[in-house]
């Protein structure tokens, strides 16, 4: 069936068993040492993302002194604040509890940041979209994520922040974008469930209302068409959240 490059039955469970089980960590973080080599596995995880033209546009700053994650805490905190003035009635309320504790407590902080200039002005695919750059480090941040988690590790990517803060915090020039606080490390439990969904800020949009066939709107497929059944196998997936059975 040209499944032969197929990985084995454990290892395409263990793929999706990464996917399902990691989380957004914001707590529980022991803070306990990540050995040199495992952090080196995560980062090349990260840099083995796809990227447009191959332009990695990434780097990785590597941050343990308390001096500089106090710093960051501080201004995560007031953007934090700032941010929720927009909410009002309950999530007003809820939004405070948002937690940014991972800063100070996660063993590692790592800045990532994208570098919109590098390899050039030029860059293969990225003349059609200038965004390529960032889409390319969401990736790195999803595999470093997916790897942490098959690590036992666990990973909070905050964002709350003024990018010109964060620059002035790291000494970054002016043209490199800070596009997360990515907090990491061991941490006590990992949550079934984002914790968004435990608070009831939000849930999981069924897959099936995502889905359009042959063109946008269209939710039902044609009965004798090629969509026929997908609803169903959508059910019977059994490499579903939480995890394989
Ligand atoms: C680009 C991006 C930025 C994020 N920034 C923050 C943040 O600043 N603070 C926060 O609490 N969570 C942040 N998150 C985490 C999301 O809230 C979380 O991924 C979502 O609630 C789903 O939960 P899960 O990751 O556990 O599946 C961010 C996630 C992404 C992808």
């Known amino acids: 069936m040209g499944l032969e490059h197929r990985f084995s039955e454990a290892a395409r469970k263990a793929v999706y068993e990464a996917i399902y089980r990691r989380r957004d960590m914001r707590e529980g973080f022991t803070g306990e040492p990540i050995k040199h080599a ?6 090349q995880a990260a840099h083995h993302a796809p990227s447009v033209g191959f332009m990695q546009p990434w780097n990785f700053v590597l941050i343990q002194s308390t001096e500089k994650r106090e710093a960051l805490w501080r201004v995560v905190d007031k953007e934090r604040r700032s941010a929720a003035v927009v909410f009002e009635g309950e999530q007003a309320e809820q939004f405070p509890t948002i937690k940014i504790e991972a800063l100070r ?6 800045c990532m940041t994208v570098d919109p200039s590098r390899k050039g002005p030029h860059v293969l695919g990225r003349n059609s979209d200038e965004q ?5 480090a969401a990736g790195a941040v999803q595999n470093l994520w997916l790897a942490a988690r098959a690590e036992g590790m666990g990973m909070g990517w905050v964002s709350f922040y003024k990018k010109p803060d964060v620059r002035q915090i790291l000494n970054l020039p002016p043209h490199i974008n800070p596009i997360g606080l990515l907090c990491l490390g061991p941490v006590t439990a990992f949550p079934d469930q984002p914790v ?7 849930e999981r949009t069924p897959l099936e209302e995502l889905i359009y066939f042959e063109e946008w709107g269209e939710s039902t497929p044609d009965p004798n068409g090629p969509w026929q059944g997908l609803a169903e196998a959508i059910t019977d997936n059994v490499f579903r959240s939480p995890g394989p059975p």
């Open 132 to 136: 390529t750059d960032l889409y390319s």
């Open 105 to 110: 407590e996660a063993s590692v902080v790592i």
């Open 38 to 43: 495992t952090l080196v596995h995560l980062l």
């Open 196 to 202: 968004l969904e435990e608070i009831g800020w939000g």
